[in-house]
């Protein structure tokens, strides 16, 4: 899940390069499926992945919904979304290059918003929170999934990453908190958009 942001985290892409990202200890120790079940999707769904990378959240996401629009920064994830849509028969997803903090993405368009492990990549988090709250609808949801404020073996540097309470006070200015998951490698944080 590469991006352009503030500590530029990059993978080199190699032969292995997708196996790394969706490889089994990652898939053991953070199951998208079961990322994508408990945000609680319908048929009707449009969601918008940012920071999409490969699409490791996106293509499970895509099974469940509507429409689902990939976000990414970096030419190179939007060219392999492409490529494995196609190779999948994927239809009903969208790949944007565009910032996770200013996306194409009309505004009230959206049911739900997935921030996995971007958060603490991105310069500047309000903004990541009120792009998220301009394309959502109504009573829109946003989950933030990322990784715990500890050593979990892989991942950003301890000292880079978000802690799950600091995440939940953030977002309480446009969000509530509506469910919560932790295990000692991730956590997701569910909210709700607060009613104008």
Same mark, same amino acid.
């Given at each position: 899940?590469?991006?352009?942001?503030?500590?530029?985290?990059?993978?080199?892409?190699?032969?292995?390069?997708?196996?790394?990202?969706?490889?089994?200890?990652?898939?053991?120790?953070?199951?998208?499926?079961?990322?994508?079940?408990?945000?609680?999707?319908?048929?009707?769904?449009?969601?918008?992945?940012?920071?999409?990378?490969?699409?490791?959240?996106?293509?499970?996401?895509?099974?469940?919904?509507?429409?689902?629009?990939?976000?990414?920064?970096?030419?190179?994830?939007?060219?392999?979304?492409?490529?494995?849509?196609?190779?999948?028969?994927?239809?009903?997803?969208?790949?944007?290059?565009?910032?996770?903090?200013?996306?194409?993405?009309?505004?009230?368009?959206?049911?739900?918003?997935? &921030? +996995?492990? @971007?958060?603490?990549? =991105?310069? #500047?988090?309000?903004?990541?929170?009120?792009?998220?709250?301009?394309?959502? !609808?109504?009573?829109?949801?946003?989950?933030?999934?990322?990784?715990?404020?500890?050593?979990?073996?892989?991942?950003?540097?301890?000292?880079?990453?978000?802690?799950?309470?600091?995440?939940?006070?953030? &977002? +309480?200015? @446009?969000?509530?908190? =509506?469910? #919560?998951?932790?295990?000692?490698?991730?956590?997701?944080?569910?909210?709700? !958009?607060?009613?104008?």
């Amino acid at each position: 899940m590469t991006r352009k942001m503030r500590h530029g985290h990059r993978f080199e892409l190699s032969e292995d390069f997708i196996e790394r990202l969706e490889g089994g200890k990652r898939r053991e120790a953070i199951p998208p499926e079961a990322v994508v079940r408990r945000m609680h999707l319908s048929r009707e769904d449009t969601v918008a992945d940012l920071g999409a990378g490969i699409g490791y959240f996106t293509f499970p996401i895509a099974r469940h919904v509507h429409d689902v629009v990939a976000i990414d920064i970096e030419p190179k994830m939007i060219e392999i979304l492409n490529r494995r849509s196609d190779e999948k028969q994927v239809t009903n997803l969208r790949a944007i290059r565009a910032e996770v903090t200013s996306t194409p993405i009309e505004s009230g368009s959206v049911d739900h918003v997935l &921030a +996995a492990f @971007v958060y603490h990549e =991105v310069p #500047s988090r309000v903004a990541l929170l009120h792009e998220a709250c301009r394309i959502l !609808k109504e009573d829109g949801r946003l989950t933030i999934v990322d990784f715990q404020k500890t050593e979990t073996g892989f991942g950003p540097p301890v000292e880079e990453r978000i802690a799950p309470g600091a995440v939940k006070r953030e &977002a +309480a200015k @446009v969000f509530s908190l =509506v469910d #919560s998951f932790e295990t000692d490698i991730y956590y997701q944080l569910m909210f709700k !958009k607060h009613s104008n």
